[in-house]
């Protein structure tokens, strides 16, 4: 081989060219645009769907509290979520605000924490 082929075959690139670099950040800032914000809320409507599971459990509990008791909870709920039987685990409270849930004593239904806004 001669002198020239040599130079020549040593001149081959092994990098990438700033252009290819720019090219690749630029979509990847793309990409990110698009996913952190969707990443960013993705823990609401969960959180939501958790709370609505929470005022289910609870008024069930409750209507087998008037059952066996005769008289419904006190509507702050702090009789029976201190009654193990009803509450192993303790008080519930709403996993988006972290507030006491409230029983509507005639109606045996939690009042508010809707929180329809978060299921957009």
């Known amino acids: 081989m001669n002198r020239r082929a040599r130079s020549?075959?040593?001149l081959r690139r092994t990098g990438l060219s700033l252009l290819e670099v720019l090219a690749v950040?630029?979509?990847m800032g793309i990409i990110a645009l698009i996913a952190i914000p969707?990443?960013?809320n993705s823990g609401d409507k969960p959180k939501a769907n958790s709370c609505f599971a929470r005022k289910g459990m609870i008024e069930v509990q409750a209507e087998l509290w008037l059952r066996n008791k005769g008289v419904p909870p006190a509507a702050n709920l702090g009789d029976i979520m201190a009654?193990?039987?009803y509450f192993p685990?303790?008080?519930v409270t709403c996993p988006i605000d972290?507030?006491?849930?409230q029983l509507?004593?005639?109606t045996?239904?939690?009042n508010g924490h809707t929180h329809a806004d978060l299921l957009d």
Do not use: E, F, P
């Not at 972290?98 to 849930?101: E, L």
């Open 104 to 106: 509507n004593t005639t």
């Open 83 to 85: 009654n193990s039987t």
């Open 8 to 10: 020549q075959t040593c």
């Open 38 to 40: 969707r990443l960013a």
């Open 89 to 91: 685990d303790g008080a």
């Open 25 to 27: 950040v630029t979509l």
């Open 108 to 110: 045996m239904t939690v």
């Open 98 to 101: 972290g507030s006491a849930y």
